[in-house]
């Protein structure tokens, strides 16, 4: 047996001793499995367009394998990517379920909705593979916030069986230009997290050089003054030399839960993915990198010292007979039921009434249980604003809620720039509520990472349209629960303060609810007062979907958005309308800041008006709004979003066709413009509309 290599900077000594022989049998016949997977799909089932995207892991396989047979602790949180399938393999993923997600049967983790290579797994019996994304990038933060999560509930929980868990990150030497990777590895640095970067360095991102990534091309090189961070390199087709990294790797990170930085270079050995021909690669590179074959070498390095050469071929021929029996059963699995597609977008409950619980993710998983919720207000006190409203509401599930923790950029000491977190941290530790780097992306998917993990993370975006850092995970996390089939799912609530204050500006005012309402996936409340507030915030957390709780920044001190705090099990049920005042002779329809601006123009138009705030955006209230209009006839949507595509449009295309033959004018929409927020007092108020434009506007459609 070949001597471990020499060791790399930088680690601490006992890492010196590690144990890293792997059981060479086992490890061999998942690598000829794998191979065998992709070398049926490859040259038969591709071009009988069987499987539609294929994605060879030629070359990264055998380090992926040893890495796999690592991860033994049942709380070891893995994120991967598409060319992953080998250490799923490794990981137990049955090999008929590895064949049914390119065919894109049922039973397998998406169920034909995803990409095959698209992997995630449950964490039942063993490690938890979060579900993976399609983005590069994407997969790195979720797993800072599954190490986070794996500290907080050692230490904040008591819970000892996390003492040796570790979280997994696998990317490819293109993933290290991400926002995701830099953000990822600020995070677990500066909180010294226990995670692994895993960097499987082709050379290439589809065609492009790693040069074109990195600097020189090598990211472990570049990153090895970076303080708080382990590094170790090495050849991922030498098998003594990778076992040797890969096991030393684990156990630093294990051992003293810090974060390492493993790169492992490895050949692509078919192109990025079926369709390509890698014309872009010389032919001495493809030689040069058929020759670094890792089963080649493993050959080498196992016959005749560890197997002989018949038992190699006895295990090389078992996996492939599995494999071609694996397809055959993946191949007789029905194709996915089409009168399905439309379902788990959101939690379901069954037939009994209970909810459809997804495998994991969330609290309802692991079963907890909420106090006691009431959607009758108890009104207490004098009236406050809407945010001592959510602060309040913030703390109370914050006290009978241990899995809960609230973060952001400066929510700590200093209690958020708007204030909604003031003497949280004090309160409740820096552990439970915490700043955060300032990386929305690293702030949503961390939560996302975390939530999976079982927390209920709730997440402040300083301002509305700094979500847009975050862009990419807010979306994966609103598709997962359809993506994976109701086998995760993301509970995350997200506030966000938004909207015009004093005066406007693009940056802090913008408003644009509606692409949450478009996104999959997520319910959108935008409360117009401080009861509301609480309502739906508690509603939210205590939810089973992830929500975007959006604070209007002139409603969180406003005087008409003040109302006694309506006790700490008051909750509004998402979906159902308030009407704000009754009348006869027109429909307002609206939703934040806009409510108050509606009241005053209704009072002083002369029509009777009926205003009704949605409260919520995603789900609405169609019946509420149908039954207000057919009954008045007219009907008038008021916004402060813009006019296209703004959430107006919506309902009057609801109106347009559900309410046709009750309409007595057509539907008349007041909105701002097609420009972001303006900064002066005068130009906001030529743009935002105002009471006066309402009334205006009111007077005409009741004249029509
Ligand atoms: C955010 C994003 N941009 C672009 C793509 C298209 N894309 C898919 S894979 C890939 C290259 C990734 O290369 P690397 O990270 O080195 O992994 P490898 O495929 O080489 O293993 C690109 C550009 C994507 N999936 N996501
Ligand atoms: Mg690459």
């Known amino acids: 047996m070949a001597a471990p290599a020499t060791s790399i900077s930088r680690l601490p000594n006992h890492a010196q001793q590690v144990q890293h022989q792997p059981d060479w049998k086992r490890v061999a016949y998942l690598l000829h499995a794998s191979r065998a997977l992709d070398d049926i799909e490859e040259s038969k089932l591709l071009p009988e367009r069987k499987v539609l995207y294929q994605f060879s892991a030629r070359g990264h396989d055998f380090a992926q394998i040893l890495l796999g047979l690592q991860l033994t602790d049942p709380h070891d949180g893995v994120t991967v990517y598409y060319r992953s399938r080998p250490i799923m393999l490794a990981l137990g993923t049955a090999l008929e379920d590895a064949a049914a997600g390119p065919l894109a049967r049922t039973g397998s983790f998406s169920g034909g909705r995803d990409i095959g290579v698209v992997f995630n797994m449950p964490g039942k019996d063993g490690p938890t593979v979060l579900p993976a994304c399609g983005g590069v990038g994407a997969q790195y933060t979720p797993a800072a916030g599954w190490a986070q999560a794996i500290q907080y509930r050692r230490e904040e929980l008591g819970d000892p069986s996390y003492s040796r868990s570790i979280a997994v990150v696998l990317g490819g030497d293109a993933s290290v230009a991400t926002n995701g990777f830099w953000s990822a590895l600020t995070v677990a640095t500066t909180l010294q997290l226990p995670m692994l970067f895993y960097v499987e360095d082709n050379g290439f991102g589809i065609s492009v050089s790693s040069k074109l990534q990195t600097p020189g091309g090598n ?40 974060p390492v930085l493993l790169r492992l270079t490895v050949p692509r050995l078919s192109g990025h993915s079926g369709q390509d021909t890698q014309a872009y690669k ?38 492939r007979g599995d494999v071609e029996a694996a397809i055959a059963g993946a191949l007789a699995r029905p194709l996915p039921d089409p009168q399905g597609v439309t379902r788990y977008v959101f939690s379901e409950v069954g037939a009994d009434g209970s909810p459809e619980m997804q495998e994991q993710g969330g609290l309802g998983p692991e079963g907890h249980v909420f106090p006691r919720s009431s959607t009758t207000p108890h009104p207490e006190g004098t009236r406050i604003n809407m945010l001592t409203a959510i602060r309040r509401t913030l703390d109370a599930e914050l006290a009978s809620n241990p899995r809960m923790v609230v973060f952001g950029e400066d929510v700590g000491p200093k209690g958020g720039v708007h204030g909604a977190t003031l003497g949280l941290q004090e309160k409740y530790g820096i552990e439970r509520v915490f700043d955060t780097s300032l990386s929305e992306e690293g702030i949503i998917g961390r939560a996302v990472g975390m939530s999976i993990a079982g927390l209920l993370p709730v997440a402040e975006i300083q301002f509305r349209k700094y979500a847009d850092p975050a862009a ?64 739906l915030l508690r509603s939210s957390l205590r939810g089973n979907d992830p929500v975007i709780f959006f604070e209007h920044r002139a409603m969180l001190d406003g005087a008409w958005a003040r109302r006694p705090y309506p006790g700490d099990d008051y909750v509004i049920p998402f979906g159902k309308a308030r009407t704000v005042r009754a009348g006869s002779e027109l429909t307002i329809v609206t939703w934040g800041a806009m409510v108050e601006r509606c009241e005053q123009a209704a009072a002083a138009s002369g029509v009777d008006v009926e205003i009704l705030d949605l409260r919520t955006l995603s789900p609405w209230d169609k019946t509420a709004v149908l039954t207000s209009v057919e009954k008045t006839r007219r009907c008038l949507i008021v916004h402060e979003d813009n006019v296209t595509a703004g959430f107006g449009a919506e309902i009057a295309a609801v109106l347009a066709k559900e309410a046709f033959f009750n309409l007595d004018a057509p539907i008349e ?22 009471p006066e434009r309402i009334m205006r506007t009111i007077q005409q459609l009741a004249s029509v």
């Open 669 to 690: 929409r007041l909105t701002m413009p097609d420009i972001p927020s303006p900064h002066s007092p005068v130009l906001l108020d030529a743009a935002v509309p105002t």
């Open 282 to 319: 010389s032919p001495e590179v493809v030689a040069l990198e058929r020759a670094r074959d890792p089963l080649g070498k493993l050959h080498g390095y196992l016959v005749p010292n560890v197997l002989s050469e018949s038992e190699w071929n006895r295990v090389a021929a078992s996996a």
């Open 219 to 258: 990211i472990a090189a570049n990153l090895r003054s970076f303080s708080g961070l382990t590094i170790i390199e090495g050849d991922g087709t030498d098998p003594a030399e990778a076992a040797e990294r890969i096991a030393r790797a684990v156990s630093v990170v294990r051992d003293s839960r810090v």
């Open 472 to 535: 990419e995970q807010l979306n994966d996390c609103g598709t997962m629960r359809w993506r994976t089939r109701n086998r995760f799912a993301a509970p995350i609530v997200v506030r966000m303060p938004g909207g015009f204050f004093k005066c406007g500006d693009p940056w802090h005012s913008q408003t644009n609810e509606v692409a949450w309402v478009h996104g999959i996936g997520w319910h959108v409340a935008v409360p117009s007062n401080a009861e509301d507030a609480v309502g």
